[in-house]
């Protein structure tokens, strides 16, 4: 199953810079800021910050410092949801970190050089635009290959899961039967989850919905792997629901 959200309640303050690291950007060099956080915290590895254009922050569990005078609107920090790692083997590492802000939120994949040292090897195209809320790295379909789970609210349609499979550099963005009109799997007004239904060891999706008639009608959309895709599978009901 999915890894339990990092809280929103976990705070951050702002520190020095204590290392910088050089983008490339439309052929421009761009300095960016990452921090990772004390080895002797608990859970060091989950306490991952992000690329940042103009300041480091650091995860801290105590306060939170003010935000600088004079910094504008635009210049807010995404927020650290959660973070992630992939072992490859002999290959160097990756550190999968998911921010979000009050409009959204993105997926950044890094590869480890080495203590405190950072390569950006994959942003997520577009912003998702939803509220980012826990983050999971399995293989939920077993074929060999690590899945980036997010879970995430998607305001007045419910929630939606991002479900990407980790290949080479590139994270593929998986869509219900294969339809590229479609970003992600929604369940309107309830949730979605990723568990083993039927007992094969491969992982379902299951996108819990209702209907706004009279009477709430909740349904259960089942989505299974066919080897390439996730595609329907079938439509359980748990039945009427009297709305008073």
């Known amino acids: 199953m999915i890894i339990n959200r990092v809280s929103a309640g976990i705070f951050i303050i702002v520190v020095l810079l204590s290392w910088q690291m050089v983008s490339s950007e439309a052929g421009k060099a761009k300095t960016h800021q990452l921090y990772r956080g004390s080895t002797e915290w608990k859970d060091w590895e989950n306490r991952i910050m992000s690329e940042l254009p103009k300041q480091v922050l650091q995860m801290h569990e105590a306060n939170l410092k003010q935000i600088p005078e004079g910094m504008e609107a635009t210049d807010f920090p995404l927020m650290f949801e959660g973070a992630g790692r992939i ?128 009477k709430y009608h909740y349904l259960v959309d089942y989505y299974k792997w066919d080897g390439k895709h996730y595609v329907f599978w079938k439509q359980e009901t748990g039945g009427l629901i009297e709305k008073k």
């Open 87 to 214: 072992e490859r083997g002999s290959a160097k590492p990756l550190i999968v970190v998911v921010l979000s802000d009050l409009l959204g939120g993105k997926l950044v994949v890094y590869e480890e050089e080495g203590p405190n040292d950072f390569t950006t090897i994959w942003v997520s195209e577009e912003t998702l635009h939803d509220r980012i809320g826990s983050l999971g790295i399995e293989d939920v379909n077993k074929d060999g290959k690590p899945e980036i789970l997010v879970h995430a609210t998607a305001g007045a349609h419910g929630s939606a899961l991002y479900l990407y499979s980790w290949e080479d550099s590139t994270a593929h963005l998986f869509h219900p039967n294969g339809d590229t009109s479609r970003t992600n799997f929604v369940g309107d007004g309830s949730g979605v989850s990723n568990q083993d239904v039927d007992g094969d060891g491969i992982q379902e999706i299951l996108c819990y919905n209702r209907d706004y008639d009279w």
